[in-house]
């Protein structure tokens, strides 16, 4: 498995010819970008998916992030920590409850596409909000994560096996967050694609399907 640095740097050469810069510089090493990473990133850059926004593609099987700016060059990867529920769709009503009502299984980071824009979270610090209706948002991990959680350690870890914590929203480090991810995103926002757990990707980004087909792809 190639890195993902050489994976995307081959992508965007092709697919957008343009230059590609080195990725920033991830807390922990970088982790080879999946084949569903590099499909979901050549459809986005082939079909301008994007509308010319910069866009984050999460990976939440390697428990990583991908961010590229609006004409599709990759700016960088780092870790992420995911809802602790493997599923790819938000429980009916999850945004209207109060984190203690929410249970073990419904603890899942959806997938899809999402037109994330910045918002408060219940009036603190201002969040990328993924998807506001079921309360996912990416961002640092919070101040008021407790000790037993490990969340740090678990993002700094090697492999995605501890990533899974959060309620749902989508953590980031801290560095990364401010320096990449904010000032990309705080004017007009962008989307963010989360690949899925279990689910095809045909059936979570039917338009991949239409751009294969287009290009003779297998039905």
Same mark, same amino acid.
């Given at each position: =498995?190639?890195?993902?640095? @050489?994976?995307?740097a081959? @992508?965007?050469?092709?697919?957008?010819?343009?230059?590609?810069?080195?990725?920033?510089?991830? $807390?922990?090493?970088? #982790?080879?970008?999946?084949?569903?990473?590099v499909?979901?990133?050549? +459809?986005?850059?082939?079909?301008?998916? %994007?509308?010319?926004? $910069?866009? *984050? &593609?999460v990976?939440?099987?390697?428990?990583?992030l991908?961010?590229f700016?609006?004409?599709?060059?990759?700016?960088?990867?780092?870790?992420v920590?995911?809802?602790?529920? *493997?599923?790819?769709?938000?429980? $009916?009503?999850?945004?209207?409850?109060?984190?203690?009502? *929410?249970?073990?299984?419904?603890?899942?980071? $959806?997938?899809?596409?999402?037109?994330?824009?910045?918002?408060?979270?219940?009036?603190?610090?201002?969040?990328? +909000?993924?998807?506001?209706?079921?309360?996912?948002?990416l961002?640092? &991990?919070?101040?008021?994560?407790?000790?037993?959680?490990?969340?740090?350690?678990? =993002?700094?870890?090697?492999?995605?096996?501890? %990533?899974? &914590?959060?309620?749902?929203? *989508? %953590?980031?480090?801290a560095?990364?967050?401010?320096?990449?991810?904010?000032?990309?995103? #705080?004017?007009?926002?962008?989307?963010?694609?989360?690949?899925?757990?279990?689910?095809?990707?045909?059936?979570?980004?039917?338009r991949?399907?239409?751009?294969?087909?287009?290009?003779?792809?297998?039905?």
């Amino acid at each position: =498995m190639i890195t993902v640095f @050489l994976a995307f740097a081959s @992508l965007v050469s092709v697919s957008a010819g343009t230059d590609v810069r080195p990725p920033v510089t991830s $807390p922990k090493p970088e #982790r080879s970008a999946s084949a569903a990473t590099v499909q979901v990133a050549d +459809w986005i850059a082939a079909s301008g998916d %994007n509308r010319s926004l $910069p866009y *984050i &593609i999460v990976d939440k099987t390697g428990a990583a992030l991908f961010l590229f700016d609006a004409k599709g060059k990759p700016l960088g990867e780092a870790p992420v920590l995911l809802g602790v529920a *493997i599923g790819d769709d938000a429980s $009916p009503g999850i945004g209207s409850k109060n984190l203690a009502e *929410i249970g073990p299984a419904e603890k899942t980071t $959806p997938a899809g596409r999402f037109l994330a824009k910045f918002g408060l979270a219940a009036g603190k610090e201002r969040v990328l +909000w993924v998807d506001y209706a079921t309360s996912v948002a990416l961002h640092p &991990i919070p101040t008021s994560a407790t000790k037993k959680e490990r969340r740090r350690q678990r =993002m700094l870890s090697p492999t995605p096996d501890d %990533n899974r &914590i959060t309620f749902g929203c *989508i %953590n980031v480090p801290a560095a990364f967050y401010s320096k990449t991810v904010r000032p990309l995103f #705080r004017k007009k926002g962008g989307y963010v694609y989360v690949l899925p757990d279990t689910k095809p990707l045909e059936v979570v980004f039917p338009r991949l399907r239409v751009q294969a087909l287009r290009n003779g792809g297998a039905s």
